[in-house]
């Protein structure tokens, strides 16, 4: 039975998308706050810790991991090269490929930024108990990986690796 708000209206509570919706706007709040000195914001952290911990060979095979628009990657992956945080390196393999490589100044950014990440994650998740959240965690990673059908062992399983609890 649904409930009303005092206004009268119905509280979407059952109803996935206006949740999803509450839930990724909390989340963009608290972890857009640790984020906020990251060049491209989120989208750029994702890029880091795509390069550090995936198997990406290139820029574009990575924009498509990630399903950012390659053109957007190349501005993304320009304010990460600028920052220091990564380098573009001829692929021993492919001479025609540029691979992108995390500098040690950006590995060093990553380790702090996952862990500030992860405390704003439980922030936001904060009326969850920890087992709860890594229910959470498992099945929206479940049912992601199975929408962009990758294997979840594959590059799902670096996500899952930078979100377990240190």
């Known amino acids: ?65 990630l399903g950012i628009d390659r053109t957007v990657m190349t501005y993304v992956v320009d304010d990460l090269v600028a920052a220091g945080w990564v380098e573009r390196q001829v692929d021993p393999d492919d001479r025609r490929q540029r691979r992108l490589v995390a500098t040690p100044a950006g590995r060093q950014r990553l380790a702090r930024l996952e862990l500030d990440v992860r405390a704003a994650e439980d922030r936001a998740l904060s009326s969850l108990p920890g087992e709860d959240r890594a229910t959470l965690r498992h099945l929206l990673g479940v049912v992601a990986c199975a929408i962009r059908q990758v294997d979840p062992v594959d590059p799902c399983e670096a996500v899952e690796s930078a979100l377990r609890p240190r």
Request: proline letters at 2%; zero cysteines; aromatic letters at 4%.
């Open 1 to 65: 039975m649904a409930r009303t708000t005092t206004d009268g209206g119905r509280l979407g509570h059952q109803e996935l998308g206006w949740t999803l919706g509450v839930l990724l706007r909390h989340y963009q709040d608290e972890v857009g706050r640790v984020l906020d000195d990251v060049p491209q914001g989120h989208r750029g952290f994702q890029v880091l810790t795509s390069v550090v911990h995936g198997d990406q060979r290139s820029q574009l095979a990575l924009a498509r991991h």
